[in-house]
């Protein structure tokens, strides 16, 4: 095995990519690091040799793409989302560092969806797919105006709030349902800092639902979208009964657009993307609204 260096210009790029420094060079900087470890794989060179001090080991895009890698995977076919609740093991918190069991946890977690997703691709099955959309109107925005007029977290009907549920059926080549991917714009926070218990909140409520009407056998996969300023109409507490009635009515919606959609043979996949500039602003002092705002970089 090789053990290689990296130039200084990789290192300063996975800082901002893991750190968010400058998200105006995400875009360019996460392709060039696409080409860069794709280059070293081409080579026979395991990525996981590299040294710590230029691959930062708490990575979760550098640990799932050297061994996404290392399976055989192509580095632009890979796409990772993300999603959070408030009813989970702490895998980042505001302090300096984390207990040792939370370390041992996102050790765990890691290795569990890599492996995964590494084993899902090694067992390809022809399929047929689907797409359908629906609504839920069970999440609101979370910019509320106080009587004092400042905008803090809270609940504005009136803000904008994206209700489009989005379903993707994937089915086997005998009709029968084996998946299904749902993508619902809003924070998984119907429970929050009060609840001690583990809970998948109403994303784990609503794949339940689906996957009880399937006969438990269809793998449910869901998605906040983008979620930004969106919180469920119920929470953040400890209160079940409104985590299942969030997750009810997203599996409710979603049950119902699902015998809609009919599927077709895939033999191929393809994706397209598109680059969008925003003109970024600087953050507030405080939760009061200004009348003007000082510009900041460039947001894509």
């Not at 906040?224 to 953040?236: C, E, L, R, T, V």
């Not at 043979?265 to 002092?285: D, N, Q």
Request: net charge negative.
């Amino acid at each position: 095995m090789q053990k290689l260096k990296l130039q200084p210009v990789s290192s300063l790029m996975l800082v901002i990519l893991n750190y968010y420094e400058k998200p105006e060079f995400y875009a360019t900087l996460a392709t060039y690091y696409s080409k860069y470890i794709q280059a070293y794989a081409d080579n026979g060179i395991l990525l996981g040799y590299l040294n710590p001090f230029n691959e930062p080991e708490n990575s979760w895009y550098s640990n799932v793409t050297y061994k996404a890698i290392g399976a055989g995977i192509p580095v632009e076919n890979i796409m990772i989302t993300a999603v959070h609740n408030h009813g989970g093991p702490a895998i980042s918190t505001y302090e300096d560092s984390l207990s040792a069991a939370n370390e041992e946890y996102i050790g765990i977690l890691k290795e569990k969806l890599t492996s995964l997703a590494i084993k899902a691709s090694e067992n390809p099955v022809p399929f047929c797919m689907g797409i359908g959309k629906g609504l839920c109107n069970m999440n609101i925005s979370r910019r509320a105006e106080f009587a004092d007029g400042g905008i803090w977290l809270g609940r504005n009907p009136d803000g904008p709030c994206d209700h489009e549920l989005d379903i993707i059926k994937f089915e086997d080549m005998n009709n029968k349902t084996m998946a299904v991917l749902i993508n619902w714009p809003c924070h998984g926070t119907a429970s929050g800092q009060e609840n001690y218990q583990i809970t998948g909140d109403w994303p784990g409520a609503a794949a339940r639902y689906i996957r009880k009407l399937e006969g438990n056998k269809a793998i449910v996969g869901i998605t906040s979208g983008a979620s930004a300023d969106i919180n469920p109409i119920y929470g953040p507490g400890n209160d079940f009964n409104e985590i299942e009635a969030v997750g009810y009515h997203v599996g409710k919606e979603a049950w119902k657009i699902l015998a809609q959609i009919e599927t077709i043979p895939v033999k191929s996949l393809e994706s397209i993307s598109a680059m969008m500039t925003f003109p970024g602003k600087k953050a507030c002092k405080d939760q009061f609204p200004q009348k003007s705002y000082e510009s900041g970089p460039d947001v894509r």
